[in-house]
């Protein structure tokens, strides 16, 4: 005998072991859920994929999982069907059988004339072994018990027999109170039985049978094993035949599909081919049906399609070639026309009023000509790509100094002051000057003229990878649609309008391009008697791309980024030839993130 203490620490060691045993095989568990679990999401993934990018997946698989459960349905209630008519059948047969039976067996002891004890063991097992029907096959099993709690004396020979080494056990306690309570009535129950190393489903139909003044309740068993294994064989067949027709049809569904799928999918290609410009492909049409007709009119549809691009390509060249041509040819004929209309305006003090005043308008106009000769020069060669970027470091603030400069007497002609706001004093950026120059030139002549006399701000803020300029007036303003529209060739928001600066309606057209070159964004906002506001946002790094702009499209109304002490302000006065003046200034509050009234140019 082992002590107590000993057993309570055992216990404590198998306990502990077992909790360290159930640790390491759930940690072993996690773990391969977490590497199964990549792969799984993948698969999931390429599923989903699929079934939105493939029809023809779709189709299939769809008409796979419809005629699986189509199947499964029809299959279950089959073998439903099946298996209670079956089980009827051996039920109707057992009851019949049983009825017979307990007959035989209540007339056998009613007849019999024995009293010793071996007379009477020797006829209840002759008995119960006929109502077995032994031969080759046992036919059915019985199970013979003393009906408990009975007023009259019981037989002490006979108390209980079974066939097979079968118990009581295997009657269902509901069977038994039921015979028990029933006297003479028959009644019936599912079971199983155990049959060497297996169980088997049988019917256990149960009766009341007396033996010298003792009640006796005497089951017999019949076996199901034969017909379930019927009912096994039908539903393999069932599952069989289901799975090979559900093959099938996916077979049938995926060949129908891909003939009709097929053209649509190659319709795709070929037009996806056509508009990325290769305008020589064609669809591949057989047969005459409406597969066949609709690649027939998709092909019709495409030469058509090509010969009008042609045309329009062909029409576009001559266009291009026809303003490049002619604004070289008025070159040399419009140099002449200059030279002499600068000799009549140098001279026109001599002249009477009326000629001077001629001299006068044929000089502007002159310039004005020679502005849009050069614009439209400027836009053919974007139009022939031979337009090249020189590209090189140089402080941004040197340029709009010059810009500022070059504007100064329109703007003290039109009485508008131009300030200039930024946070830092120097950024430098990889650009072409030049065209950075003309862009900022564009836009702040622009503001002055549509500005109404009022202040015109420039602001200039950098991040980590883009510089922004904008130039804010609070003049007439603009629709948003008229922003969105403002950089196409020639158009005009209000054609009515007087130009007294000149220009020729490319000029912002003009500046798209040169800001294209770079790589980088020109944006306009305005709003109706509020003004608008420009912004131009460049790379600081030849290719660099731009993630987010310094400064936010739609102005807070002259808040600048930056604290008072960071402001650096210059200012243009409005009279003439006046000197520009370096201050710093303390009001207003740093700019909001960028929220874009209108989509990124590229």
């Given amino acids: 005998m082992r002590s107590l203490p000993w057993i309570i620490t055992r216990a404590r060691i198998w306990t502990r072991r077992g909790l360290i045993l159930v640790l390491r095989v759930s940690r072993l568990v996690s773990l391969g859920i977490r590497q199964i679990r990549p792969g799984l999401r993948y698969l999931w993934r390429s599923v989903l994929r699929r079934w939105r990018r493939s029809l023809e997946f779709r189709t299939v698989l769809t008409t796979l999982l419809l005629a699986v459960t189509s199947f499964a349905i029809v299959g279950a209630y089959l073998s439903n069907q099946i298996a209670n008519n079956l089980f009827q059948e051996r039920l109707a047969q057992a009851e019949s059988e049983s009825r017979y039976n307990v007959k035989q067996v209540q007339d056998t002891f009613d007849g019999a004339q024995v009293t010793d004890q071996s007379s009477v063991i020797t006829l209840v097992y002759d008995t119960l072994t006929a109502v077995e029907g032994r031969g080759s096959v046992i036919q059915r099993r019985y199970v013979f018990e003393a009906k408990p709690e009975q007023t009259k004396p019981r037989n002490r020979w006979v108390e209980s027999r079974a066939s097979d080494q079968l118990t009581v056990r295997v009657i269902p306690p509901e069977l038994r109170k039921a015979v028990q309570e029933g006297g003479k009535q028959q009644f019936w129950a599912s079971t199983q039985f155990p049959v060497g190393n297996e169980d088997r489903p049988g019917i256990a139909v149960g009766n009341m049978v007396t033996f010298n003044g003792t009640s006796y309740e005497l089951y017999l068993i019949y076996d199901l094993n034969t017909a379930q294994q019927t009912l096994d064989e039908i539903q393999n067949v069932l599952w069989a035949g289901g799975a090979a027709l559900v093959l099938m049809i996916g077979a049938i569904a995926w060949y129908v599909t891909r003939n009709v799928v097929s053209p649509v999918s190659h319709a795709a290609v070929v037009s996806e081919k056509l508009a990325a410009g290769q305008l020589q492909e064609r669809m591949v049409v057989k047969g ?18 090509q010969e009008q691009i042609t045309q329009l390509a062909t029409l576009s060249q001559m266009q291009q070639r026809f303003v490049s041509d002619v604004s070289h040819e008025l070159r040399t004929p419009l140099t002449t026309v200059r030279m002499a209309a600068e000799v009549l305006f140098d001279a026109r003090d001599d002249f009477d009023p009326m000629n001077k005043r001629s001299a006068e308008l044929l000089y502007h106009q002159v310039e004005r000509f020679q502005s849009l000769l ?72 622009n503001a002055l003229e549509h500005g109404e006399g009022r202040p015109i701000h420039i602001s200039v803020a950098a991040n980590h990878d883009a510089v922004a300029v904008s130039v804010r007036d609070h003049g007439i303003g603009m629709t948003q649609t008229e922003a969105a529209r403002v950089f196409d060739r020639f158009w005009r928001a209000d054609p009515a309008r007087a130009r007294t600066t000149g220009g020729s309606g490319l000029g912002l057209s003009i500046a798209a391009e040169d800001t294209k070159l770079h790589n980088g964004w020109l944006q306009a906002w305005g709003r109706k008697g509020s003004g608008s506001n420009f912004r131009l946002t460049l790379p600081l790094r030849q290719g660099g791309t731009i993630v987010k702009s310094p400064l936010q499209l739609e102005p807070a109304d002259i808040e600048f980024p930056g604290t008072a002490s960071e402001r650096h302000m210059l200012i243009l006065g409005t009279e003439s030839g006046s000197a520009p003046q370096s201050t710093h200034s303390g009001a207003g509050k740093p700019a909001a993130d960028d929220d874009d009234a209108f989509g990124e140019r590229d």
């Fill in 288 to 305: 005459e049906d409406e597969v066949a007709r609709l690649g027939a009119s998709f092909n019709h549809m495409a030469a058509s399609l």
């Fill in 374 to 445: 050069s614009d439209l020069l400027e836009i053919s060669r974007f139009d022939a790509g031979a337009a090249v970027l020189d590209a090189e470091p140089q402080d941004i603030f040197q340029v709009i100094s010059h810009v500022m400069d070059g504007a100064a007497p329109v703007a003290a002609e039109y009485g508008s002051e131009v300030r200039l706001n930024a946070r830092q004093k120097s950024i430098v950026v990889e650009m072409d000057s030049r065209r950075i120059d003309r862009i900022l030139r564009n836009l702040l002549l």
